[in-house]
């Protein structure tokens, strides 16, 4: 629409100016006619003595043979014209005056009218309205008219063409002021007629444009429809599909590039959901089943008493697991949104590395697993609790993936904050694993029971960092060893904000 | 009546493996894909009850592995996994049935109990045998209403020849559908469950119910 209005703008203003134009020729072209007629007529005047002498006998028939050859012409088109008005009456008019006003002569066909004079010694046009209404235009020039010797022998001076001076311009240079008027209604239709093409032409054209413009338009966009037209069609069933063009379209290249990456992105997000929910309900759903089935079968055949023992040992394990898995997503549900509160405390690195190690030696035995101990400590200031949470996870992590006979590292180190390393040997593990070690629910194995770790460790570990504005990052090391590193605030100190 | 366990949770493997073999099954238990697979391709088995978040091969892959092989053992999955694309895909891979952990015991065995049926073309839970009603469903036999004190072992050998009636099975096969695959008996175990239980059945129906056909085996008409 904004294009059809700035073109039919431009139409209208070209159109304008084309007809300003060739007015402004044409009535140019007219004025220089009616210069010529006058100059004409001022050769014809002359001063003879105390007369003025208007010889435009010439010129006036030539005039009025022209009008009646014109009628001639009107009336043979008599029917179609009947109705049109055009002038019947005169095409030239000529009137001289003396400077004063007086009238020497004019044309007969003014009647009693004159013709207006305007002060001025320049040549002068103007529109003027004719004694038969129609519109014309005049010359006027004021001149001095050529003097003539009497001659006493001349006889063929018509009366007519004769003017007496009055008194008070005897011997005096007189100056005389001609006005010649033509009609100029043809000019005026010509014009008409020449505005009226233009208006025309100019509808045709900008239906003309508006018709290639839509076509063109309506080609440019079938690309665009039918990229939407994919757009539409893809919804969360469909996450797999990508947005493709039909042709190359370089406007749009850049567009599906990225939508493509977009849909990417997304799909991997409904991966990652789709997977947590059906890793939440695994984790949850297979501790339940032990109980379930053990309480069926032990009530079932309870005889045994030794097989009963086991059983309820069993069940303590499993609820014991049911536990952790709950107690750990509800604090992930909880540093999520954002409804946890934090205290703050001086803690002994080295004596929460301790305390830790003695919950997981239970299952770093069986592996010979062991630790290196730091030897000095560090002091930061955090929250107790979720601090130990954090390092728990870290060790009970290592020990659970942690290659047998090995031996994990923990060192402290003061820098711009203060640094916990914990390393252990992996052999096995890629950077891919690396990349996705936070992932929710994410372990190296794709199932679960098997090692007891719900897989939930390390993502807890990254949701409380961030919570208490630790700094964490995973790494594979030379040697193939899996090393995680937490930057901790110092006392007061301002925690150092890096994700990993 | 044998069955082959693939689940990853040793608790859940312990439980279930008590229960059913009070319940009268022989069964086989295992707690990864790959073993599971070829437990499953190498044994015969009645049911196979599979777990699909395994270690080593997932049990889906399991399940499309052993019947691209021709294996057409039914199958029970037996999964966390509750949403109706994934039972669809389960059942559409080849499964026979498909129960949502956590589940019923009771449920369990009611379903196993039917694939078997299903496996032996009986529909009826009970088998008339003439002087002995078996009842299939509630694994117990029953002589004029009054239900016979059978071991489990005794129970196995009736139903096992009750649901191939007609044919002739061989002590090896019975031993075989009997016992769990790791168990070292020999077919003289058999031989006496056989006997003990034509004593429970009556001194004298129990031969014409479980019959002999020397050098081959025995039999229910």
Redesign the interface.
């Known amino acids: 629409m904004l294009l059809l209005s700035g073109v039919l703008l431009l139409l209208v203003i070209a159109g304008i100016a084309f007809w300003s134009i060739v007015r402004s020729r044409i009535v140019r072209e007219f004025d220089r006619v009616l210069e010529t007629e006058a100059r004409g007529l001022m050769v014809l005047t002359a001063r003879e003595g105390e007369q003025i002498e208007a010889d435009y006998g010439d010129w006036i028939s030539d005039v009025e043979e022209l009008q009646e050859d014109e009628n001639e012409d009107e009336e043979g088109d008599d029917d179609e014209d009947d109705d049109e008005g055009e002038d019947d009456g005169q095409e030239a008019f000529f009137e001289l005056f003396l400077e004063n006003g007086v009238v020497i002569r004019k044309s007969a066909g003014l009647g009693t009218m004159d013709l207006p004079r305007a002060p001025g010694e320049e040549v002068i046009f103007r529109d003027v309205t004719l004694p038969d209404g129609d519109r014309g235009r005049l010359v006027q020039v004021a001149f001095y008219p050529e003097v003539d010797e009497p001659d006493p022998e001349s006889t063929d001076k018509e009366p007519e063409n004769l003017f007496d001076l009055p008194a008070e311009f005897h011997g005096k240079k007189v100056k005389v002021v001609l006005v010649v008027a033509r009609d100029r209604e043809h000019l005026e239709e010509l014009l008409s007629s020449l505005a009226l093409t233009l208006g025309v032409l100019g509808l045709l054209l900008m239906g003309g444009i508006a018709l290639v413009i839509r076509v063109s338009l309506g080609r440019g966009f079938q690309p665009l429809d039918h990229f939407q037209e994919q757009v539409e069609a893809i919804g969360p069933d469909s996450l797999d599909q990508r947005v493709s063009l039909a042709a190359p379209a370089a406007e749009l290249d850049g567009a599906v590039v990225a939508l493509n990456d977009l849909l990417d992105r997304v799909e991997q997000g409904f991966e990652r959901e789709r997977r947590f929910s059906?890793d939440v309900?695994?984790e949850l759903?297979?501790p339940?089943?032990?109980?379930?089935?053990?309480c069926?079968?032990g009530e079932?055949?309870p005889e045994d008493p030794e097989?009963t023992r086991?059983?309820f040992e069993?069940l303590r394990?499993?609820a014991t697991h049911l536990r952790g898995v709950v107690t750990t997503l509800l604090e992930l549900a909880r540093c999520d949104s954002g409804n946890a509160t934090v205290s703050r405390e001086s803690i002994s690195l080295k004596t929460l590395l301790e305390d830790c190690w003695e919950r997981a030696t239970e299952r770093a035995r069986p592996k010979s697993i062991e630790i290196e101990l730091p030897d000095g400590d560090l002091v930061v200031e955090s929250d107790p609790d979720r601090l130990r949470i954090i390092v728990q996870n870290l060790l009970d992590n290592a020990v659970a993936h942690g290659d047998a006979n090995s031996v994990i590292r923990c060192e402290l180190r003061e820098g711009q904050s203060r640094i916990l390393e914990i390393s252990n040997a992996a052999t096995g593990m890629t950077p891919y694993d690396v990349r996705h070690v936070f992932d929710r629910f994410w372990q190296k194995?794709?199932?679960?029971?098997?090692s007891d770790q719900s897989g939930l460790g390390l993502s807890i570990v990254k949701a409380l960092c961030k919570l208490l504005g630790i700094g964490v990052l995973a790494e594979l090391a030379e040697g193939n060893r899996f090393v995680i590193i937490l930057a901790l605030p110092g006392e007061m100190g301002d925690p150092k904000q890096e994700g990993s | 009546m044998k069955l082959l366990l693939i689940e990853d949770s040793h608790r859940l493997r312990h439980a279930l493996g008590r229960g059913l073999r009070k319940m009268g099954y022989a069964i086989d238990m295992v707690g990864d894909g790959r073993e599971g697979f070829d437990y499953g391709r190498f044994n015969e088995y009645d049911v196979i009850i599979l777990d699909l978040m395994l270690p080593e091969m997932d049990g889906l892959t399991v399940l499309r592995k052993l019947r691209a092989l021709g294996k057409d053992t039914h199958i029970l999955i037996l999964s966390a996994k509750d949403r109706i694309e994934d039972r669809v895909e389960g059942l559409e891979l080849g499964a026979d049935d498909y129960l949502v952990k956590p589940f019923s015991f009771d449920e369990l065995c009611a379903r196993i109990a039917t694939l078997l049926r299903r496996r032996y073309q009986a529909k009826n839970p009970c088998l008339d045998l003439g002087p002995i009603m078996l009842d299939t469903a509630k694994r117990v036999a029953t002589r004029e209403g009054t239900t016979l004190e059978l071991t489990p072992g005794e129970y196995s050998v009736l139903e096992c020849l009750a649901m191939n009636r007609g044919r002739v099975i061989s002590k090896e096969r019975l031993q075989e559908s009997i016992h769990d695959s790791d168990s070292y008996v020999n077919t003289n175990v058999v031989e006496v469950l056989v006997c003990n239980l034509r004593k429970k059945i009556g001194a004298k129906s129990g031969k014409k119910v479980v019959k002999t056909r020397r050098g081959y085996g025995y039999y229910i008409e």
């Not at chain 1, 194995?445 to 098997?450: E, K, L, N």
């Open positions: 059906d309900a695994h759903r297979t339940l089943a032990e109980v379930l089935t053990a069926e079968v079932k055949w097989a086991q059983l069993h394990e499993s194995d794709s199932s679960r029971t098997a």
